[in-house]
Each structure stands twice: as structure tokens, then as C-alpha cells.
């Protein structure tokens, strides 16, 4: 019984260890996500550009992503009916890889935005951001529901806090994500 305890101990020792363990790898590996993304030479202002540039098409989704080991973001695109996903890289800012994504007829219903139908561009939504929040946008797309788009994004500041935002594009402004209601409300921190 006590050889039967000790292992029933050392096993939850043992759990509790590579959980800890696995957590903090997870956010190491988002700490060293997020510092490759502010010594990136290029922007997601310069990816939208080299995309819409690549494509003839508008913007409507960035995020930067570490592609093994390789900083690169990746940005959709709308030509007229088709997508494409386009791979840029963000050291040099060439375009790596385009794929094509299909129609936007072809999409569901939260990832059906036509840019014809935005009322401000993505890249003059991150321009804005970036103006008014101090930090750099790491992510950034429009988001399709029931005939409302939004524009959501996560901005990371020099420190390394990121936050999460909802363009108003009626306003023309930023608005914190909330997480939670009450007086201790705080913008999201992603």
C-alpha cells in the first residue's frame, strides 16, 4: 500500500512538474515570438503593401509568424472574387510564397469580407493604430458577422505587453478589448 501511495505521489509530482515545465516553454516561446517580431526590420505595413503589390488585391488579414525559426507574415488578399495567401518575409520584405485560396463565394460567412465593402483599408487601419497606440500591430483582419465587420487587432508594445483592439471604423478609432464587466475592466492583454 505505501509502495502504491509513493508512486501515486511521485506520478503526480511528476505531472505537476511537466505542466509547469510545459507553460513555460509555451511562454517562452511567445516571448521569443513576440522579441523576433520588434527587431523585425519590416513591418506589417511593408507585408500589406508587398502583398496587395504581388496580387493586385486588398488586404483584408496580416499577422506575423515565426515559420520555423524564419520571421516571416502572412497576409490575404481580395482581387476581385479570388484570395490568396501571400508569405512575406520580415527581414527582406519579398515575397516568399502566394497560394491561391479559392473565391470569396467559396467562403464561409466569417471569412467572406469583401475590401470593396470596408469603409478604411487595412493598412490605413494599422497607420492609425500604430499612430495612436505607440506600439506595433502583430496581427490584424477583418471579421464578417451577420453583415457587421469588424477589424480586429493585437498590438505589441516596446516592453513586450501585447493588447487586443476592435477598430471603430464609424468612429475612425481604437477601441481596448475588454475582458470581464465592472470597474475592473482592462483592456485584454493577449
Same mark, same amino acid.
Do not use: C
Given at each position: 500500500?505505501k509502495?502504491?501511495?509513493? &508512486?501515486?505521489?511521485?506520478?503526480? =509530482?511528476?505531472?505537476?512538474?511537466?505542466?509547469?515545465? !510545459?507553460?513555460?516553454?509555451? !511562454? #517562452?516561446?511567445?516571448?521569443?515570438?513576440?522579441q523576433?517580431?520588434?527587431?523585425?526590420?519590416?513591418?506589417? #505595413?511593408?507585408?500589406?503593401?508587398? /502583398?496587395e503589390?504581388?496580387t !493586385?488585391?486588398?488586404? =483584408?488579414? *496580416?499577422?506575423? +509568424?515565426?515559420?520555423?525559426?524564419?520571421? *516571416?507574415?502572412? $497576409?490575404?488578399? $481580395?482581387?476581385?472574387?479570388?484570395?490568396a495567401?501571400?508569405?512575406?518575409?520580415?527581414? #527582406?520584405?519579398?515575397?516568399?510564397?502566394?497560394?491561391?485560396? !479559392?473565391?470569396l /463565394? %467559396?467562403? +464561409?460567412?466569417?471569412?467572406? $469580407?469583401?475590401?470593396?465593402? &470596408?469603409?478604411?483599408?487595412?493598412? +490605413?487601419?494599422?497607420?492609425?493604430?500604430?499612430?495612436?497606440?505607440? %506600439?506595433?500591430? &502583430? #496581427?490584424?483582419?477583418?471579421?464578417?458577422?451577420? %453583415?457587421?465587420?469588424?477589424?480586429?487587432?493585437? =498590438? $505589441?508594445?516596446? +516592453?513586450?505587453?501585447?493588447?487586443?483592439y476592435?477598430?471603430?471604423?464609424?468612429?475612425?478609432?481604437?477601441?481596448?478589448?475588454?475582458?470581464?464587466?465592472?470597474?475592473?475592466?482592462?483592456?485584454?492583454? %493577449?
Open positions: 500500500m509502495r502504491t501511495v509513493s &508512486m501515486l505521489a511521485l506520478t503526480a =509530482i511528476a505531472a505537476g512538474s511537466a505542466l509547469s515545465i !510545459g507553460q513555460a516553454w509555451a !511562454g #517562452s516561446d511567445d516571448t521569443t515570438e513576440i523576433q517580431f520588434l527587431t523585425a526590420p519590416k513591418g506589417i #505595413s511593408d507585408a500589406i503593401r508587398a /502583398a503589390a504581388a !493586385g488585391g486588398k488586404a =483584408i488579414e *496580416a499577422e506575423f +509568424d515565426d515559420h520555423k525559426g524564419a520571421a *516571416a507574415y502572412e $497576409v490575404k488578399t $481580395v482581387a476581385g472574387d479570388k484570395i495567401k501571400v508569405k512575406i518575409d520580415a527581414t #527582406s520584405g519579398q515575397v516568399v510564397e502566394t497560394k491561391d485560396k !479559392g473565391t /463565394a %467559396g467562403q +464561409d460567412d466569417d471569412d467572406a $469580407v469583401d475590401p470593396a465593402k &470596408m469603409a478604411v483599408s487595412l493598412l +490605413d487601419i494599422v497607420t492609425k493604430a500604430e499612430a495612436e497606440s505607440g %506600439g506595433k500591430v &502583430m #496581427s490584424v483582419d477583418h471579421e464578417s458577422e451577420g %453583415g457587421n465587420t469588424q477589424t480586429q487587432l493585437e =498590438i $505589441v508594445k516596446a +516592453d513586450g505587453s501585447r493588447l487586443d476592435t477598430f471603430d471604423a464609424a468612429a475612425g478609432k481604437l477601441v481596448p478589448t475588454i475582458e470581464g464587466t465592472g470597474d475592473s475592466a482592462e483592456p485584454s492583454e %493577449g
